[in-house]
């Protein structure tokens, strides 16, 4: 496996950036405790930026990792027209990357099932997830990784927020709901616009992402418009939202579920302050009559 995939002459700055995203996936996977000593890794590959961030990102950490996992890419090929069959595979097999291809024609299910002109992305994320889980569990994959980043992670929380009246988001490390999948995200802390300028200077063999013929998600697209006038207003916001998702206090929350607002006492000690002041008022009252 050829694990230092880089341009054939990195800048400087490219170097640096490379450092700077290897560091922030580092720090996520230790933070989460994502990926653990004997984790066979099921890498999500759709063929996007985002993914092939994180695939050279996991491998220059398994070549410096204090712990042994290994790394499988898994691409879902969902039989959409003009999907280049050819592309993932000759990029696997150039960087001696173990991987499979999963073939299942989901794009017909979404097609008979959406009505022309609308959004199809629900329907197929469900039935990707459902097949990506299945072949994890076909393959022996222990942890399924997604190549999700930070502004994914503040865009689902808003998108949660004002079209699901919810306080959730994409987590970095999830335990699917029949609890045989957990699904990591080792790119939570980098930014999209490194993972963007970083693409671009691999030169990765990108596969568009609307081969679907999808209208693109509004809602989410007037959430990415929305906080990046916020960001070049305020620039850091957006990492301040991540840093607020990040350290909740839910006693300053209004969730009955998660916080015990009914069985609020008073302490012990101000309840005796309390009693003593009474008295004292009590006395200094009697001693004015
Ligand atoms: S853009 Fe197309 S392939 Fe991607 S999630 Fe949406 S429907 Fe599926």
């Given at each position: ?21 290897i560091g922030l996936t580092g720090k996520a996977i230790m933070h989460f405790n994502m990926i653990e ?20 990102m996991?491998?220059?950490l398994?070549?410096?990792a ?77 942890k ?5 980043h930070k502004?994914?992670i ?17 987590p970095p490390k999830l ?7 957990i699904?990591i995200r080792p790119l939570s802390f980098c ?51 991540f840093g607020?998702i990040s350290n ?42």
């Amino acid at each position: 496996m050829n694990l230092e995939i880089l341009p054939p002459k990195p800048t400087r700055n490219f170097l640096k950036l490379r450092k700077k995203l290897i560091g922030l996936t580092g720090k996520a996977i230790m933070h989460f405790n994502m990926i653990e000593e004997g984790d066979q890794v099921m890498v999500c590959i759709s063929g996007g930026k985002d993914s092939y961030t994180m695939l050279t990102m996991l491998l220059a950490l398994k070549k410096k990792a204090p712990i042994h996992f290994d790394i499988i890419a898994v691409n879902l090929d969902q039989k959409q027209p003009n999907f280049p069959q050819d592309i993932l595979p000759n990029y696997f097999i150039d960087h001696g990357i173990p991987y499979e291809i999963v073939k299942e024609d989901t794009y017909s299910i979404v097609k008979s099932k959406i009505p022309e002109g609308k959004t199809t992305c629900s329907l197929c994320s469900r039935l990707r997830r459902g097949i990506l889980y299945k072949t994890a569990k076909r393959i022996g994959a222990t942890k399924i990784a997604l190549g999700h980043h930070k502004n994914d992670i503040v865009e689902t929380f808003f998108l949660n927020m004002f079209h699901g009246s919810k306080l959730k988001s994409m987590p970095p490390k999830l335990l699917s709901d029949d609890k045989k999948n957990i699904i990591i995200r080792p790119l939570s802390f980098c930014e999209e616009k490194d993972i963007k300028n970083y693409a671009n200077a691999m030169n990765f063999p990108i596969i568009p992402c609307d081969l679907c013929g999808s209208q693109k998600n509004l809602e989410r697209e007037n959430i990415k418009s929305m906080l990046s006038i916020w960001e070049k207003n305020n620039p850091g916001r957006v990492n301040n939202i991540f840093g607020a998702i990040s350290n909740i206090e839910l006693s300053h929350l209004a969730d009955k579920s998660l916080f015990d607002f009914e069985s609020l006492k008073l302490s012990d000690n101000l309840k005796k302050d309390i009693d003593s002041f009474s008295i004292i008022n009590f006395i200094n009252q009697s001693q004015k009559v």
